[in-house]
């Protein structure tokens, strides 16, 4: 699942927010204010929200023993 229903606020990914570089967002409410930061008028915009990547799978544990039928 890429979305979790429960999610943090985050100015970074708020309807009201746009993102001027990395570590500023401007927020319709608030002004210049941090992505981490979240106000009481959040609005949450899937869009914006970049989800974290899967984790890559070790394959260096497995044999070729594993592999053969």
């Not at 890429?2 to 001027?20: D, M, T, V």
């Not at 401007?26 to 899967?54: E, I, M, N």
């Amino acid at each position: 699942m890429l979305f979790a229903k429960k999610i943090e606020p985050r100015c970074s990914y708020c309807q009201r927010g746009k993102s001027i570089d990395s570590e500023t967002v401007l927020c319709k409410k608030k002004g210049v204010t941090q992505p981490d930061h979240a106000c009481r008028s959040f609005r949450y915009d899937p869009l914006k929200r970049v989800p974290p990547r899967p984790a890559v799978p070790d394959f260096s544990r497995l044999k070729d023993e594993d592999f053969s039928l």
